[in-house]
Every structure is written in C-alpha cells, then in structure tokens.
C-alpha cells in the first residue's frame, strides 16, 4: 500500500455515481482527499496516460472481493475514429481501466479486470445472487465488475470503507499523437441492497419509486400474461406493508392469483424458495424479480464506447504560379 496525493494531472475523471466498481494487478494506491465530486468531460478528446508497471494497482476484484452483490458490471466498445489507427487497441492490455473510489476522505485506486473469462465463470457469478438455472443467457467477455458505491461497506486494508463516489481513467500505450475519447463519460451505477437473502426492503412505501422496483412494475405489465390491474394490485399490497398499514391481500383473489402466474413465470431461474406462491410471500418475490430485471439493465445498459483516433492526415496545398511572357525586344532597323 502507498500513500499519495491524488494526482489529477494524468487522470480523466468521469464522474461520480451512486453504485459500485473494481477488478485487476497488485499495489493499492490510496490517497487523502477532499470531499470534492469527481468531473470529467467524456465529449473530449485526450492524450492518455501510459500503461502503468505490472504491480502498480491492485486488482479491484482481489482488493474489494467483488462477486454479484457488491458490485456493478460496465463493457467497453472500442471503435475507430474520424482518423483510423493502424490497429485497434484491446481493452485490459492496451487499454486499462483505473478506478478511483472515495468516500470523501480516503481515496482507493486499483485495476479493473474481466468479471469472467468463460460460460463457466459466468455461471460461477450468477450462483452469488441465488439464481440456480439455467434462464440467465450467457452473454459472452467482455463485461468488467466495478465495486458498488453507496450500497456496502467493504473491509479494505484491515478496515471499514463506504465509497460514496466513482471515477475511472483509462491509461493505454498509445502514441502521443493519438487520443481516446469516451461515451457516456460515468460508469452507470445499478448496484442495489435488495436482496431477498441479504438485502432489505424499503423502510416506506416512498422507496418503491426506486429503479429497482419499476423494472419489476414493468417486467410485470409487460409480460404476456401481466395486465395492469396486477401491477396495482402489488404496489397496494407493498405501499401498505412498508407503511406498516394492514394488507388487503388475499389467496382466493383472482387478481392475486394471476399475478403469483405472472411473478413466478418472471422468476425462472431464481432460488425457488424466494419466488411468489401467496400473499406472504409477495415482497420476496418481488426482489426475486427484481434481482433478475437488474442483471438484465447491467448486461444492456453499462456499455461505454471509446473512440480511439490517430493524428489527422497532412494537409496539402497546390500553389498556382503565373508566369509572365515578356517579348523580346524589337531592334530598331537602319537604313539608307
């Protein structure tokens, strides 16, 4: 471990988010900060910083001990700009993500590296979350875990560490002539602590208006066999659970027993002791789902683009020169 200021010299920061992020090399660089938020421009273009030594950064996933819970997922699209490159570069060797968590105090750096390397790592990463079949399409490399902000306390170097902001820079081993630049400029932040095991509901009924409750709004009424009476019917039910109000639900319902159909044929893959059969289990369903929609918003909605461009071409300039005739001189001829 090494203690440094936070040098902004050659770090493009790209925001700050409310979710997490991390993964791979050795030697944590932390760093005493203000509490400032991170900023970053990710419509300009930039020369980046050169690749680090090996060991310079600590992978984030060995730093953090990141899995499914604790962390969010981000992919890289690397395409070729106005003015191409020779070769494009490849993301984790000629490209690498450096992430910068804070929580305002101590600033902790480290290197991100692939989630997973194979279906079968994938797999691996999905049992974190209970989710026991096979529905979860595998949707191949490329995707990064990046630690979770404001939603777990990590244990790094021996004590407590809250991040409550994000930033990444990307040091490659590009020419000098040539420049990176970065779309959307922040990684998106999805990470959430509900869980049906190890998370919680809302503590009111205002926290349904969270993203993570709307995806499953809209998983819902959505569905094939979802309607929206059954999307009201949930909300009621969950608004007066977390009000701590008496429930109106009931088993012999109709509309009940069309949205446990619903709920479990949205649940397919998930731990089965966690998916809606009945009214007492409605909350738990709905994290089972919830969990599911979120998986599917990190695989679709985390991509960052990176535009890689080379140094313009040579101008050229045509001169016209004119060139002017001058006749020769009449000699006067003599006579007589």
């Given amino acids: 471990m090494r203690l440094d200021e936070l040098s902004r010299s050659s770090r493009l920061f790209l925001g700050v988010l409310a979710a997490g992020l991390g993964l791979g090399a050795t030697a944590t660089q932390v760093a005493q900060v203000s509490a400032e938020p991170a900023t970053g421009d990710s419509s300009d273009s930039h020369s980046p910083a050169s690749l680090p030594a090996p060991g310079t950064y600590e992978s984030c996933s060995g730093l ?7 962390s969010d997922l981000v992919s890289f699209d690397i395409v070729q700009g106005a003015n191409p490159v020779a070769t494009l570069p490849t993301m984790g060797t000629d490209i690498v993500p450096i992430v ?7 600033s902790v750096s480290c290197e991100a590296v692939s989630g997973w390397a194979d279906e079968a790592g994938f797999s691996a990463y999905l049992l974190h979350d209970w989710i026991v079949g096979t529905s979860m399409t595998y949707p191949g490399v490329g995707y990064f875990l990046v630690p979770a902000i404001d939603v777990i306390e990590f ?3 021996g ?11 990307y040091l490659t081993n590009l020419g000098l002539d040539e420049t990176l630049s970065v779309n959307p400029g922040e990684l998106v932040a999805l990470a959430s602590s509900y869980h049906p095991y ?3 509901m809302p503590t009111n009924s205002s926290g349904l208006s969270d993203p993570f409750f709307t995806r499953v709004s809209a998983a819902i009424l959505n569905s094939l066999i979802g309607s929206q009476a059954q999307v009201d019917y ?3 039910h969950l608004s007066l659970l977390l009000n701590s109000q008496p429930t109106t639900c009931s088993d012999q319902d109709p509309t009940l027993v069309a949205l446990v159909v619903t709920m479990q044929s949205l649940s397919t893959g998930f731990n089965p002791m966690s998916v809606a059969t009945e009214c007492s289990n409605l909350s738990e369903g709905t994290l089972a789902i919830g969990r599911i929609q979120l998986f ?13 461009s080379g140094p313009a071409p040579p101008t050229t300039t045509t001169s016209m020169t004119s060139t002017t005739v001058v006749s020769d001189p009449v000699i006067p001829a003599f006579t007589g």
């Avoid at 953090?64 to 604790?70: M, Q």
């Avoid at 910068?100 to 101590?106: A, V």
């Avoid at 679709?300 to 890689?308: G, N, Q």
């Fill in 159 to 169: 004590g407590s560490f809250l991040p409550t902001t994000r930033s990444v820079e």
């Fill in 234 to 236: 949930l909300n009621q």
């Fill in 198 to 200: 190890y998370g919680t």
């Fill in 296 to 308: 599917n918003a990190e695989v679709s909605d985390t991509k960052i683009t990176l535009v890689v």
């Fill in 155 to 157: 244990n790094v170097n």
């Fill in 100 to 106: 910068t968590l804070s929580d305002g105090t101590t």
């Fill in 64 to 70: 953090f001990g990141l899995y499914k819970l604790n």
